[in-house]
Every structure is written in C-alpha cells, then in structure tokens.
C-alpha cells in the first residue's frame, strides 16, 4: 500500500488547487455510488478512499485546456424554419431612428 502523505499526494498533481478538485469529484462519484479502484476503501469516508485512490496512482490528474463542452448543446445553423434571434435581428440593421435633439442649457445671467 502507498503511504498515505501530502508529499506523497502533491507529486501526483501540479497544486494543492488541482488535487484537492481531483479528489472532491472522486468522493463524489463514490458517495453517489461508483465502486472504488482499490481493495482498502473506506465505506464510511469517500474522501479518505479518493485520497488512497490518487496515493495508488489508480486515478491520474491532468489538466484539460480549453472551456468544457459537456454542457453544451449543438445547434444547427441551416435550420431555415427557425426564427432568428434577437442578437441575429439586431445584427441585420438598425432601426432609422433619428436621434433625440439634446436640449441646450440656458445661460444665467
């Protein structure tokens, strides 16, 4: 079994910011139910077993670049039935809308 230190556990990520985010979204899959990759979890701490996880080189922490796109929707852009959008109607042309005259200020006296 790999010793369970934060040396040990700051050589497997880059910062204390990406192995405390490595380890949180793993306690998370195994509270909500995920079986764990190693034989010496603990039933009662998902973070303990996240931790033993990332310690055993079961689970590995790299940084993706770039935004997500899993919560993205693709939108087909030929789809003629659709109305436009308001930032599509505004794009096509302004309004000939003569601007408001500024009123002057009189002078006192």
């Not at 990520?13 to 490595?22: E, I, P, Q, R, T």
């Not at 033993?52 to 670049?65: G, H, P, Q």
């Amino acid at each position: 079994m790999t010793e369970l230190t934060i040396d040990n556990l700051l050589s497997k990520a880059k910062n204390k910011f990406l192995l405390v985010n490595a380890a949180a979204g793993r306690a998370k899959q195994v509270s909500e139910g995920s079986l764990p990759y190693i034989d010496n979890f603990d039933p009662t701490n998902p973070v303990i077993t996240a931790l033993r996880e990332i310690a055993a080189d079961k689970i590995r922490i790299k940084v993706l670049s770039g935004p997500s796109k899993k919560a993205q929707e693709i939108l087909s852009v030929d789809d003629d039935d659709a109305p436009p959008s308001a930032m599509e109607r505004l794009a096509k042309g302004k309004k000939d809308v003569a601007p408001a005259p500024k009123k002057k200020k009189k002078a006192k006296d």
